[in-house]
């Protein structure tokens, strides 16, 4: 039985992002500046030789960390990664690769756009994860690559 006292989850689609308040946050192996804008179409921090028709973000600073340390370590680089606020320049949707298909709702509070993000500061003072954690999450992204699970809805 649902607790009478929680609202219901509202999905956010295109058509009905506007409750959705940031701050925003975008994790990534690229140095950018205040005003540089992410845009759909480049080469994926994930996946080699595959375009991403979207751009990532989240309401999280957290999970925006593991976009940054996951993207730098696939990129075979020692580097920390950055994390950068961002504004989105139109509308977004829940990222159906987490929103109730690893977990129910959105609780890693991740979306995607086509629409170009603006850099608006950089999170100097973030906390990565401990470094076991990370080889944990790179070794089961390898297992999933390797049984042909890593799929990317784009």
């Not at 949707?93 to 950089?122: C, I, M, Q, W």
């Not at 973030?126 to 790179?138: F, I, N, T």
Request: glycine content about 8%; overall charge negative.
């Amino acid at each position: 039985m649902a607790d009478e006292t929680s609202t219901p989850r509202v999905p956010v689609t295109y058509e009905h992002c506007e409750h959705i308040e940031g701050p925003f946050y975008h994790g990534t192996k690229s140095a950018l500046e205040v005003g540089d804008e992410l845009v759909a179409g480049r080469d994926s921090n994930f996946q080699e030789g595959r375009i991403s028709n979207n751009i990532y973000f989240t309401s999280l600073v957290g999970t925006a960390a593991w976009g940054a340390e996951l993207a730098t370590a696939l990129a075979g680089t020692e580097e920390r990664g950055h994390i950068y606020v961002v504004a989105p320049l139109g509308p977004f949707e829940d990222d159906p690769n987490v929103t109730d298909k690893r977990f129910p709702g959105n609780p890693t509070e991740s979306y995607r756009t086509t629409h170009p993000l603006r850099v608006v500061a950089e999170v100097e003072d973030w906390e990565g994860h401990d470094p076991e954690v990370l080889r944990q999450m790179l070794d089961h992204l390898a297992t999933l690559r390797e049984q042909g699970l890593d799929v990317i809805e784009d």
